[in-house]
């Protein structure tokens, strides 16, 4: 071990700043499975639930004696852990209270054993509730860095080798156990290197931190990609990121708190900004979408009570437009075209410019042909088509489109400047009013 | 006589526990909502949340009175709910991670400004989280209550209000909250309007228990009661009780011990919801156990007395014996339960190895035959089940059709005489 | 169905509603009549629940109104009743049979009013009207499937309301609660109330219903039975091809013309 010396010689710094970065970057990897489980408070509940572990241990053994602690906070957790799935499995209460009654109740009994603990007459280091709650990041020992690198690799092996389990009983249990595998001792795995990476975490950094590194570097992650192995990849950057920058901007606060804050300000800029699942791409989206639509309504309603006089361009009054669907704010909308060339108008009359003419009746070709296609395929449509008016032509099978084009035509409701047929008269149904003045 | 002085003057221990027992109260009122709603992890988000809150007010207030706490406390919960809801709705966090986002968020966020602002002084982060029960006669007096006593009755007061003024509003939005909308009862508003009301009973709890402990107040006895009753109103006042009989308990076991009191509070309400799910005589887990094995005996009883009654039908010279019976009923400690239960009730009787059916006995067989042929009938005339597979499904279930059902499926079948394989239905 | 003498309970307006830029239901527009009973009818995926979620402002509206006798349904809440689907519901919670029948007549009370001894009495007779006067103390989670949807159609009852929307009442119950339901429909159209119901059954439209509505992301058509529920409309509301079992039980409408 030539690495043992110049570990001996790192700076308390250093090592701070490295074990927590790996701590980070651990709780990350395990986090973003508890997150896609449905699990994020899990984390906290193990947190908490160790106390009483941990206090027998001490009261057992005697002395601060990191191993026993955490086996002793490990051993509570995982019954904490057990307690949760009787419950919610065998009695009338549900999940998330069962989680809330033994997390306080674990907590509680904690509480009674460290007040026992801490009288004078105990020997030993008297294990403060203080430390418990926050860590002691700075009394990193170079024995705790190499128990953390020992852990860190051992989730790595785990993950790395069931990756592709791990992920299927994420997203489709119901299917994983049809196919054969051993969902419960899957499940019950994740749970355990969960359990692990929280009680090995919570003697340096206590358990508010251990709680919010579970969840926010994996919840950040997810913000960013659809896909598991990038989210794992993420989460343990933002996990690993998070320990040396809040360590670094916030000098003179407690060191877990600003931790926390690091992970939370990663996160709250994940969730405006990020390109798909931001909300403000978002909201974008949706405005647009919106602005889109209604377009495109306008747009097909002048095409629809224009048509039957086709190639002429009608002049259309405007009452007959506004009577023909319903409208929010139609001036608006009136202005937006003039300014785009596609409609001519005056204070009566509307009428389509040959650009809008053209646009117009693209948009209606469109329009009728996802028509054609819901109703050829009604069963299936719903889950295959996303209605982008102008993609739909992107989306089908060139010979499928001609044979939607073809059975238009046949109707006689191919769109004018696309069809090569000439139209027919026909029924628009509701709405062909007055069409010209 | 103790207890006569105690009202006049009261001592120490009873100042404590009535300071417990009434946070017990006052969060169980709020609790079974949050419990029925499924948002028990709500409560102890917002006992986290608040601590920022509260920093601010003291800032701002420069004291540590009740009005600007429970103000700061009120606006936390707010907020804590406000962003919990966008961050759900809008940016599609699943509800469990949004909720620890924001929650762990606004406490590191406390924990920052009390150590920047307020080092020292009455916020000891610790003391928070564990509370001190001990110190609550010593507190300053208002109107002849200690302070922690006189701010739990005050919200305990808030909350009853609340019930009393909401009750049928809050009832409808937590069991069906798109109805409420429906009907004009802002499920939205409600939901608010709850969050605030946790948030602020867990600040005034904390002084006294501390803020992990305000989530066992809020959300065990409230599970406790779930498992007792059926009705909402009863829910609430078994919680009140399981509270402050928990209170009492908690406390007298620290005494006994020595040991933290809000904590042993904790543990004493732990064990009574232990004792519930097991016990709770419709659902607990003993009572469902004793019942599948009741059940279960009784199936192998009444097989027992239908498998001689058929075996007397085919040739009464040559009865069953004991050896012969319980293999077929499958050997086990059940099977012979089962026929040492029918000795003692006297449908069978013994004769050296054979057993044969009494009087009673050969009534309760002729019975259950007459289900099981009835219901053969009825599958195959009325189902159209090939008759190879009605035995088993007519097995199952003859032992559960009662007597009004038996006259029913016989009206039904006008009155057969013969099931489809060609026996006799008993009369 | 003279025309003069149909006043409008319930009018849609292109409705579209879309979820995360996707349309889930896209220029619905139509009329009905009051005292119908109108089946909403069409495959899954279609946007059955999002309209009646949608109606009742329990989904945003991307473009469109609802109309309930002419006004907006905002205004006209106290008009409208709503029967869930089953599934939404938490059966663990402690209320009784009568406690749920009680929360009908809540809308009326209006904030911070008790109910009282006039409500209680509507829920009794709304209990019997349904038959399950005898269940009256019991807690939900008892009961069977079919009881279940009697406990909802009697909170409905007792809302009072005159038009009402009912989402699959049929589905997962037995036959005789079925013929239940039908004959109870049937009694509030004979009140002159107006009923939408989502349904899932085509082989029911024409005994049950008076109008229909058929519906696959967009309108088909809406209208009276008679004419609207044809071969045709189904075709383009279900796909090309129905399947064998449809096709065989057309096949045996058409041979008995007269049903």
Same mark, same amino acid.
């Given at each position: 071990?030539?690495?043992?010396?110049i570990?001996?010689?790192?700076?308390?710094?250093?090592?701070?700043?490295f074990?927590?970065?790996?701590l980070?970057?651990?709780?990350?990897?395990?986090g973003?499975?508890?997150?896609?489980?449905?699990?994020?408070?899990?984390?906290?509940?193990?947190?908490h639930?160790?106390?009483?572990?941990?206090?027998?241990a001490?009261?057992?053994?005697?002395s601060?004696?990191?191993?026993?602690?955490? &086996?002793?906070?490990?051993?509570?957790?995982?019954?904490?852990?057990?307690? &949760?799935?009787?419950?919610?499995?065998?009695?009338?209460t549900?999940?998330?209270?069962?989680?809330?009654?033994?997390?306080?109740?674990?907590?509680?009994?904690?509480?009674?054993l460290?007040?026992?603990?801490?009288?004078?007459?105990?020997?030993?280091?008297?294990?403060?509730?203080?430390?418990?709650?926050?860590?002691?990041?700075?009394n990193?020992?170079?024995?705790?860095?190499?128990?953390?690198?020992?852990?860190?690799?051992?989730?790595?092996?785990?993950?790395?080798?069931?990756?592709?389990?791990?992920?299927?009983?994420?997203?489709?249990?119901?299917f994983?156990?049809?196919?054969?595998?051993?969902?419960?001792?899957?499940?019950?795995?994740?749970?355990?290197?969960?359990?692990?990476?929280?009680?090995?975490?919570?003697?340096? &950094?206590?358990?508010?931190?251990?709680?919010?590194?579970?969840?926010?570097?994996?919840?950040t992650?997810?913000?960013w990609?659809?896909?598991?192995?990038?989210?794992?990849?993420?989460?343990?950057?933002?996990?690993?990121?998070?320990?040396?920058?809040?360590?670094?901007f916030?000098?003179?606060?407690?060191?877990?708190a600003s931790i926390?804050?690091?992970?939370?300000?990663?996160?709250?800029?994940?969730?405006?900004?990020?390109?798909?699942?931001? &909300?403000?791409?978002?909201?974008?989206?949706e405005?647009?979408?919106?602005?889109?639509?209604?377009?495109?309504?306008?747009?097909?309603?002048?095409?629809?009570?224009?048509?039957?006089?086709?190639?002429?361009?009608?002049?259309?009054s405007?009452?007959?437009?506004?009577?023909?669907?319903?409208?929010?704010?139609?001036?608006?909308?009136?202005?937006?075209?003039?300014?785009?060339?596609?409609?001519?108008?005056?204070?009566?009359?509307?009428?389509?410019?040959?650009?809008?003419?053209?646009?117009?009746?693209?948009?209606?070709k469109?329009?009728?042909?996802?028509?054609?296609y819901?109703?050829?395929?009604?069963?299936?449509?719903?889950?295959?088509?996303?209605?982008?008016?102008?993609?739909?032509?992107?989306?089908?099978?060139?010979a499928?489109?001609l044979?939607?084009e073809?059975?238009?035509?046949?109707e006689?409701?191919?769109?004018?400047?696309?069809?090569e047929?000439?139209?027919?008269p026909?029924?628009?149904?509701?709405?062909?009013?007055?069409?010209?003045? | 006589?103790?207890?006569?002085s105690?009202?006049?003057?009261p001592s120490?221990?009873?100042?404590?526990?009535?300071?417990?027992?009434a946070?017990?109260?006052?969060c169980?009122?709020?609790g079974?909502?949050?419990?029925?709603?499924?948002?028990?992890?709500?409560?102890?988000?917002?006992?986290?949340?608040?601590?920022?809150?509260?920093?601010?007010?003291?800032?701002?207030?420069?004291?540590?009175?009740?009005?600007?706490?429970f103000?700061?406390?009120?606006?936390v919960?707010?907020?804590?709910? %406000? $962003?919990?809801?966008?961050?759900h709705?809008?940016? +599609?966090?699943?509800?469990?991670?949004?909720?620890?986002v924001?929650?762990?968020?606004?406490?590191?966020?406390?924990?920052?400004?009390?150590k920047?602002?307020?080092?020292?002084?009455?916020?000891?982060?610790?003391?928070?989280y564990?509370?001190?029960?001990e110190?609550?006669?010593?507190?300053e007096?208002?109107?002849?209550?200690?302070?922690? $006593?006189?701010?739990?009755?005050?919200?305990?007061?808030a909350?009853?209000?609340l019930?009393i003024?909401?009750?049928?509003?809050?009832?409808?939005?937590? %069991?069906?909250a798109?109805?409420?909308?429906?009907?004009? %009862?802002s499920?939205?508003?409600?939901?608010y309007?709850?969050?605030?009301?946790?948030?602020?009973?867990?600040?005034? @709890?904390?002084?006294?228990?501390?803020?992990?402990?305000?989530?066992?107040?809020?959300?065990?006895?409230?599970?406790?009661?779930h498992?007792?009753?059926? +009705? $909402? @109103?009863?829910?609430?006042?078994?919680?009140?009780?399981?509270?402050?009989?928990?209170?009492?308990?908690?406390?007298?076991?620290?005494i006994?011990?020595?040991?933290?009191?809000?904590?042993?509070?904790t543990?004493?309400?732990?064990?009574?919801y232990?004792?519930?799910v097991? %016990?709770?005589?419709?659902?607990?887990?003993?009572?469902?156990?004793?019942?599948?094995?009741?059940?279960?005996?009784?199936?192998?009883?009444e097989?027992?007395?239908?498998?001689?009654?058929?075996?007397?039908? $085919?040739d009464?010279?040559?009865?069953?014996?004991?050896?012969?019976a319980?293999?077929?009923l499958?050997?086990?400690w059940?099977?012979?339960?089962?026929m040492?239960?029918?000795?003692?009730?006297?449908?069978?009787?013994?004769?050296?190895?054979?057993l044969?059916?009494?009087?009673?006995?050969?009534?309760?067989?002729?019975?259950?035959?007459?289900?099981?042929r009835?219901?053969?009938?009825?599958?195959?005339?009325?189902?159209?089940?090939?008759?190879?597979h009605?035995?088993?499904?007519?097995?199952?279930?003859?032992?559960?059709?009662?007597?009004?059902?038996?006259?029913?499926l016989?009206a039904?079948?006008?009155?057969?005489?013969q099931?489809?394989?060609?026996?006799?239905?008993?009369? | 169905?003279?025309?003069?003498?149909?006043?409008?309970?319930?009018?849609?307006h292109?409705?579209?509603?879309?979820?995360?830029?996707?349309?889930v239901?896209?220029?619905?527009?139509?009329?009905?009549?009051?005292?119908?009973?109108?089946?909403?009818?069409?495959?899954?995926?279609?946007?059955?629940?999002t309209?009646?979620?949608?109606?009742?402002?329990l989904?945003p509206l991307?473009?469109?109104?609802?109309?309930?006798?002419?006004?907006s349904y905002?205004?006209q809440?106290h008009l409208?009743?709503?029967v869930?689907?089953?599934?939404?519901?938490?059966w663990?919670?402690?209320?009784?049979?009568?406690d749920?029948v009680?929360?009908?007549?809540?809308?009326?009370?209006?904030?911070f009013?008790?109910?009282g001894?006039?409500?209680r009495?509507?829920?009794?007779?709304c209990?019997?009207?349904?038959?399950?006067?005898?269940?009256?103390?019991?807690?939900?989670?008892?009961?069977?499937?079919?009881?279940?949807?009697?406990v909802?159609?009697?909170?409905a009852?007792?809302?009072?309301?005159?038009?009402?929307?009912?989402?699959e009442?049929f589905?997962g119950?037995?036959?005789?609660?079925?013929?239940?339901?039908?004959?109870?429909?049937?009694?509030?159209?004979?009140?002159?109330?107006?009923?939408?119901i989502?349904?899932?059954?085509?082989?029911?439209?024409?005994?049950?219903?008076d109008?229909v509505?058929?519906?696959?992301?967009?309108?088909?058509?809406?209208g009276p039975v008679?004419?609207?529920f044809?071969?045709?409309n189904?075709?383009?509301?279900?796909?090309?091809?129905?399947?064998?079992?449809d096709?065989?039980?057309?096949?045996?409408?058409?041979?008995?013309?007269?049903?």
């Amino acid at each position: 071990m030539t690495e043992l010396p110049i570990l001996l010689g790192l700076a308390l710094s250093h090592k701070v700043m490295f074990g927590t970065a790996l701590l980070g970057s651990m709780a990350g990897i395990v986090g973003s499975f508890a997150v896609l489980r449905g699990r994020s408070l899990v984390g906290d509940m193990l947190a908490h639930s160790a106390l009483p572990g941990i206090g027998l241990a001490f009261l057992i053994l005697g002395s601060r004696s990191m191993l026993g602690l955490s &086996v002793g906070a490990l051993a509570s957790g995982l019954l904490a852990i057990g307690a &949760v799935t009787v419950i919610a499995r065998w009695t009338r209460t549900k999940e998330d209270a069962a989680i809330g009654i033994v997390l306080s109740t674990f907590f509680g009994a904690g509480v009674v054993l460290l007040s026992i603990v801490q009288k004078p007459g105990i020997a030993g280091n008297k294990a403060g509730l203080d430390s418990y709650l926050f860590g002691e990041p700075g009394n990193m020992l170079t024995g705790d860095l190499v128990i953390l690198s020992g852990v860190g690799a051992a989730v790595l092996l785990v993950v790395a080798l069931l990756f592709k389990e791990f992920k299927l009983v994420c997203f489709d249990i119901d299917f994983a156990q049809s196919q054969g595998w051993p969902t419960l001792m899957l499940d019950l795995l994740m749970m355990a290197s969960l359990a692990v990476v929280t009680i090995v975490g919570l003697p340096i &950094v206590g358990v508010i931190l251990m709680a919010a590194m579970i969840i926010l570097p994996a919840a950040t992650a997810r913000f960013w990609t659809n896909r598991l192995h990038l989210m794992l990849l993420l989460a343990a950057g933002f996990g690993l990121a998070a320990g040396p920058l809040g360590t670094y901007f916030g000098k003179g606060l407690p060191a877990g708190a600003s931790i926390v804050l690091a992970g939370a300000s990663f996160f709250v800029i994940s969730v405006l900004l990020a390109p798909q699942r931001g &909300v403000l791409a978002q909201v974008l989206a949706e405005y647009q979408l919106r602005k889109r639509m209604t377009r495109e309504h306008l747009l097909r309603s002048l095409y629809e009570l224009s048509e039957s006089n086709l190639p002429e361009l009608t002049k259309l009054s405007l009452k007959s437009v506004r009577d023909y669907r319903h409208w929010v704010s139609l001036e608006k909308l009136l202005e937006q075209e003039v300014e785009k060339g596609t409609i001519l108008r005056d204070a009566e009359h509307v009428q389509l410019t040959p650009l809008g003419l053209r646009r117009a009746s693209e948009l209606t070709k469109a329009h009728r042909l996802w028509e054609m296609y819901l109703v050829q395929f009604a069963n299936i449509a719903p889950d295959h088509v996303d209605r982008d008016a102008d993609a739909i032509e992107h989306l089908l099978p060139e010979a499928l489109l001609l044979e939607l084009e073809q059975k238009l035509a046949d109707e006689g409701r191919l769109p004018y400047l696309v069809a090569e047929v000439p139209l027919s008269p026909h029924d628009l149904g509701s709405g062909t009013q007055d069409s010209q003045r | 006589m103790q207890f006569f002085s105690d009202i006049v003057n009261p001592s120490a221990g009873t100042w404590i526990v009535l300071t417990g027992a009434a946070t017990n109260v006052a969060c169980a009122m709020v609790g079974c909502f949050l419990v029925l709603r499924r948002m028990s992890m709500m409560g102890d988000a917002l006992s986290h949340a608040v601590l920022p809150g509260l920093v601010v007010a003291f800032l701002l207030s420069g004291s540590i009175s009740i009005v600007p706490l429970f103000l700061g406390a009120a606006a936390v919960g707010l907020l804590t709910t %406000f $962003l919990t809801q966008t961050l759900h709705q809008y940016a +599609r966090v699943p509800s469990d991670a949004s909720m620890g986002v924001v929650f762990t968020s606004m406490f590191a966020f406390g924990v920052v400004l009390v150590k920047k602002y307020v080092a020292g002084l009455h916020f000891d982060i610790a003391c928070v989280y564990e509370g001190s029960l001990e110190l609550v006669p010593f507190a300053e007096p208002i109107a002849g209550l200690p302070r922690p $006593l006189f701010t739990t009755l005050l919200v305990l007061l808030a909350n009853l209000v609340l019930l009393i003024f909401l009750w049928k509003e809050l009832k409808l939005s937590s %069991f069906d909250a798109n109805l409420a909308t429906t009907m004009g %009862f802002s499920a939205t508003a409600l939901h608010y309007l709850l969050m605030t009301m946790v948030a602020v009973t867990t600040v005034a @709890s904390f002084e006294a228990v501390g803020s992990i402990l305000v989530v066992a107040m809020l959300i065990v006895p409230a599970a406790t009661a779930h498992l007792l009753c059926d +009705r $909402l @109103s009863i829910m609430l006042a078994l919680s009140a009780a399981v509270g402050i009989a928990a209170s009492v308990l908690g406390y007298w076991a620290a005494i006994y011990w020595d040991t933290n009191i809000a904590g042993m509070m904790t543990v004493a309400v732990g064990m009574l919801y232990g004792l519930a799910v097991m %016990f709770s005589p419709r659902y607990g887990i003993c009572s469902t156990l004793v019942s599948n094995l009741q059940m279960s005996l009784r199936v192998f009883r009444e097989d027992l007395l239908a498998m001689l009654y058929r075996v007397e039908e $085919l040739d009464a010279s040559k009865p069953l014996t004991a050896a012969e019976a319980r293999k077929a009923l499958g050997s086990g400690w059940q099977s012979r339960w089962a026929m040492a239960n029918l000795f003692r009730a006297g449908h069978i009787d013994r004769r050296g190895d054979q057993l044969q059916l009494t009087d009673r006995g050969r009534d309760d067989a002729r019975r259950l035959v007459r289900s099981h042929r009835l219901w053969e009938t009825y599958l195959v005339e009325h189902l159209g089940m090939p008759l190879d597979h009605v035995h088993e499904p007519a097995h199952r279930i003859e032992h559960f059709i009662d007597e009004k059902m038996l006259q029913e499926l016989d009206a039904e079948l006008k009155r057969k005489g013969q099931d489809p394989h060609g026996r006799e239905i008993p009369e | 169905m003279s025309a003069n003498t149909s006043t409008t309970a319930f009018e849609i307006h292109d409705m579209t509603v879309a979820y995360h830029r996707r349309p889930v239901l896209w220029d619905i527009d139509f009329t009905i009549p009051e005292g119908k009973l109108v089946g909403i009818v069409g495959p899954n995926g279609a946007g059955k629940t999002t309209l009646i979620k949608a109606t009742l402002g329990l989904v945003p509206l991307a473009s469109g109104k609802v109309e309930i006798y002419g006004k907006s349904y905002h205004e006209q809440r106290h008009l409208v009743g709503y029967v869930p689907q089953r599934e939404s519901v938490d059966w663990d919670f402690p209320v009784t049979v009568r406690d749920v029948v009680l929360m009908g007549t809540y809308g009326r009370l209006g904030w911070f009013r008790r109910p009282g001894r006039a409500e209680r009495k509507i829920a009794d007779r709304c209990l019997e009207q349904v038959e399950m006067t005898a269940l009256a103390n019991r807690q939900i989670r008892q009961l069977s499937g079919g009881q279940q949807q009697r406990v909802f159609l009697a909170r409905a009852l007792a809302q009072d309301a005159q038009v009402y929307f009912l989402d699959e009442p049929f589905s997962g119950v037995d036959a005789a609660t079925e013929a239940a339901i039908v004959k109870l429909l049937q009694t509030l159209r004979a009140s002159g109330k107006t009923v939408l119901i989502v349904h899932h059954d085509i082989q029911t439209v024409r005994d049950y219903f008076d109008y229909v509505v058929l519906l696959n992301m967009r309108l088909i058509a809406c209208g009276p039975v008679d004419t609207t529920f044809t071969n045709e409309n189904l075709q383009k509301t279900y796909g090309g091809r129905l399947t064998i079992l449809d096709e065989a039980a057309e096949a045996m409408r058409q041979r008995e013309p007269n049903r």
